[in-house]
């Protein structure tokens, strides 16, 4: 299995623009995580994904940030608009839906808005 | 709520000596699971190792193993005979039981392996 696979690995973009994330998670697993980890707030769970309905948003900055999943097998997070302070990294992570199993991260994707 | 703490958030270890990372949570739960996150320079999020809170046999893989003292709510990792692959940065987390989702991270430590 390639894992899970999240794109682009880095992106740069100007305050203002609109940026997506983009994430498969591994084949026949449930549960989709988004994650952002900063040095000031470590790593924070943003929102979770359960059989394709999002359970937990309470996470989600605000509402320039929002997350969907069309299907078992993909999933995106939108910034609209960017800020400066939504540089951090962004992992996703999936889990066959147990809570004693292991979460599997992406690669994460490193945001830098200038 | 639950929390993790880890109170080191650097430590060095020469090269085939043994390391210690601390980590304490605070939980009124009894049934729950504890994980060792590792992050090296490449980012990717690597599980080392994991315990059930029900077992009392600490948990080992390899080089790794813990110490999990449930009633202190203590849950180290040690590593033994690091290598210089081991360096990283080292999550200890947190999930309840029965259906949770929520994982908790402590703020991590930072390990150097020195030659």
């Not at chain 1, 994650?35 to 394709?52: D, K, S, V």
């Not at chain 1, 910034?79 to 292991?102: K, M, N, T």
């Not at chain 2, 193993?65 to 947190?94: E, P, R």
Request: with cysteine.
């Amino acid at each position: 299995d390639a894992g899970v696979i999240q794109s682009p690995r880095h992106e740069v973009t100007e305050m203002g623009q609109e940026v997506t994330l983009r994430c498969k998670p591994i084949s026949g697993h449930n549960s989709l995580f988004w994650y952002r980890q900063t040095m000031m707030r470590g790593l924070e769970l943003l929102i979770y994904f359960n059989n394709n309905v999002p359970i937990d948003d309470s996470g989600m900055p605000e509402d320039r940030f929002s997350a969907k999943m069309p299907n078992a097998s993909f999933s995106t997070l939108k910034i609209q608009p960017s800020e400066p302070r939504d540089s951090a990294v962004y992992f996703c992570a999936s889990r066959s839906g147990l809570s004693r199993d292991e979460q599997f991260f992406g690669p994460g994707t490193r945001l830098t808005v200038l | 709520a639950q929390t993790v703490t880890q109170s080191q958030p650097e430590m060095s270890v020469q090269e085939a000596e043994t390391v210690t990372l601390s980590c304490t949570y605070d939980t009124s739960e009894n049934n729950y699971y504890l994980f060792w996150y590792k992050q090296p320079p490449s980012r990717q999020m690597i599980l080392v190792i994991r315990q059930e809170a029900y077992k009392q046999q600490n948990a080992t893989e390899n080089r790794f193993s813990v110490n999990f003292q449930k009633a202190a709510k203590s849950f180290s990792l040690k590593i033994s005979d690091s290598q210089l692959g081991d360096t990283a940065m080292y999550f200890c987390a947190f999930i309840s039981g029965a259906g949770s989702y929520q994982l908790t991270f402590g703020k991590g430590t930072k390990l150097s392996v020195i030659p």
